[in-house]
């Protein structure tokens, strides 16, 4: 099956935003077994968007179309779907009483742009969007599937996977595909590559291996195309196991799984509470750990010490410490993480000082200087990093660093 | 001048990387009046690229073409332009003497793949890439220019900046463009369109506008398009004003600023510094704070009390209170705040206490729940919101929202 992805809206032509919904769709078609022939951005523009829909029907079996659904004038998809489709608007009782609960329970009346939001094309299927007011569209013509979903980022992720993918699975005209993903912390990706060469040259051919490295790990995605799903799964599973037993310290979790979520749950099984202490990272791991659905079962708060005066009044750092050392040093994160051990009353705590950067570095600490410490049951460890001069790049890595350092005293603890 | 821009390569099809260079070329052509009309991308395919190249000749004047001039097999633009041009491959002394001298300069010996880069279409005008060994081509047919460019993000930026565009202004065929980003918090895309509707009615024809909505602000966009930039400024800038006048309380900043940046100039110039205190937003405050590059000029911390224990104990909220009327209440979010205020010593607080979801709600208090409070000089205010049911997006969209209320008080007191 091949698919071209429409978006469309102004912001994008004009470079103020990044089409970041197209690469994450095109990520998940390619998961699907869908193969992106083309991604096209048009104008919130009759004539453009009708044009860009004929060239696709032409061209491909699938077009996701994103974007140009709210409820303002220039939001004019709709239009120009009824005009390619040759239909008309019609008031959809359905998606009506979505917009309406959704204001009633903000406590906001309904004007006239939220009504029209329930207008949709008569000659398509309504496909219902439970995180905003525009629902998605599904249209068949000619052979190919035509979809349109909104453009907000949350919401298209959130239609797309429970909603369009499923549905699109469902034609029978896709194939079957199975993924595994590997998370893997602690090795760069050029000397993991190394340590699982023969594992990746032995791989049977028709299983596809990828290396996805982020800023806070690398991910192995093991992916193979197929007729029998159930046999495709056991045959990924049987290597994904090999690799287990191949690197088993640097893998931290499977597919979904995110780092804050294994550590929870590690924490969970051990009857153990967690704290952090942050001040370059500035509230970021903290936030990372309550993303967490049930966090509240594991971590009991974190301080920001932004200041020096609050890392001696409620950390007790020792402020002869400060002067000697400065604030970004080994004595310092060290007694951070022990004083909130104490303050907080839990298990483990970590702490952060740092320069984040643009501006405070020095000769002898740059600017990307990080002091990360870890505070157990058993003993504190400290560790200093150096990474680069992104502000916002620096308190990510930094906040990935301290979590995988927690885990794996965790792990050494039980 | 209406623009193309083509982008070539599987990587942006499968998802692997987000297409940010479309996005800075756009700016860049947009910053220079030159109108991005669409953009495209396609696979290393002979077919597909001359699609592509075929089609924009037919809409635009100017068309953009990044990726597929390595020396690898998979990368096939040059012989897809010689077929679109009707041109053969010649080598070009100038482009060698520049692969040779970087070669020699890292002790790199040439092979064929790299003598390779030096041939290049006949019917071109080959411009000079410093800072890499494939050049720039730039072509011209029935009034529309082709140039293609490397796709590596550094050399395209540097080969459009200092060689392209001026050589593109030169043509005389370029227009004056003058864009105005307008932040609002506080009203709904649906309201805040009624409110200005008259105000939007009464634009002048030739200045556009577009509402760009994300979880935490609409943006209102004016552009206008002509001869002279200093007038098309002075009268964006006219109706950027009678905007000012009519909506004061929902404008927060205007083209790059952010809210929490807003806060903190308002927080550096009156003198004052500000903490938060966190239960449902879990640090996520203290994250949009920091993440502004000198914001210790302002922020002296925060607490992250996701535990009823350390809301007592840390901020002297009333266990009584907490008992009567649960953590996710009135009374809770102002001790909250007034507590801060005296544990940090700081004239601004706020603090958070809701159901962020997906456990956790009752009939009386369903998850969304959220209960913010924010405590100043001179009186602390709180109110209640009901949000969603998304775990994430209730974090994000309550911490804009206690930023909103912070900014007003502040507004207020000065």
């Known amino acids: 099956m091949k698919a071209e992805i429409i978006t469309i809206g102004d912001e994008i032509l004009i470079g103020q935003i990044v089409d970041t919904n197209s690469a994450w769709i095109a990520e998940q078609l390619n998961l699907a077994g869908v193969e992106v022939f083309r991604i096209t951005s048009v104008h919130d523009d009759l004539n453009q968007i009708e044009e860009a829909l004929k060239q696709a029907e032409k061209d491909v079996d699938f077009v996701l179309i994103t974007g140009g659904l709210g409820p303002t004038k220039d939001d004019i998809t709709k239009t120009a779907l009824c005009n390619f489709f040759n239909t008309r608007l019609i008031f959809n009782e359905d998606v009506f009483n979505i917009i309406h609960e959704r204001f009633t329970r903000r406590n906001i009346d309904i004007n006239k742009l939220n009504r029209d939001q329930a207008l949709v094309p008569e000659l398509c299927e309504v496909i219902p969007n439970k995180l905003g007011t525009a629902p998605g569209l599904w249209f068949e013509k000619n052979n190919t599937i035509f979809v349109s979903v909104p453009g907000v980022p949350f919401e298209m992720r959130h239609i797309l996977t429970y909603e369009i993918l499923p549905r ?247």
Chains 1, 2 share one sequence.
């Open 168 to 414: 699109l699975m469902q034609t029978g005209r896709t194939k079957a595909i199975y993924h595994k993903t590997i998370h893997t912390q602690g090795l760069p990706e050029s000397m993991l590559a190394e340590r699982i060469d023969q594992w990746e040259t032995a791989l049977p051919a028709d299983i596809k291996l990828a290396y996805l490295p982020n800023p806070m790990s690398v991910r192995l995605r093991l992916s193979a195309v197929g007729d029998n799903e159930e046999l495709l799964k056991q045959r990924v599973e049987k290597e994904a196991a090999k690799l287990q037993d191949l690197i088993p310290d640097y893998i931290f979790g499977y597919d979904e799984d995110t780092l804050p979520e294994v550590i929870g749950r590690m924490l969970i099984e051990n009857g153990r509470l967690l704290a952090v202490a942050e001040s370059c990272t500035g509230g970021y791991i903290s936030h990372l750990i309550t993303l967490v659905p049930g966090s509240s079962g594991f971590y009991k708060g974190g301080l920001t010490a932004y200041s020096n005066e609050l890392k001696e009044n409620l950390l007790g750092v020792d402020p002869e410490l400060i002067t000697r050392n400065g604030a970004v040093s080994e004595p310092v994160v060290r007694q951070m993480a022990e004083g909130l051990k104490n303050l907080m009353k839990v298990d483990y705590t970590i702490s952060t000082s740092g320069i984040a950067g643009p501006d405070g570095g020095t000769d002898e600490k740059p600017v990307g200087t990080v002091w990360i410490a870890v505070a157990g049951p058993y003993y504190t460890a400290a560790e200093k990093f150096i990474l680069g001069d992104n502000r916002e790049r620096n308190i990510i890595r930094s906040s990935y660093t301290a979590l995988r350092l927690l885990r794996q005293m965790i792990l050494k603890d039980i």
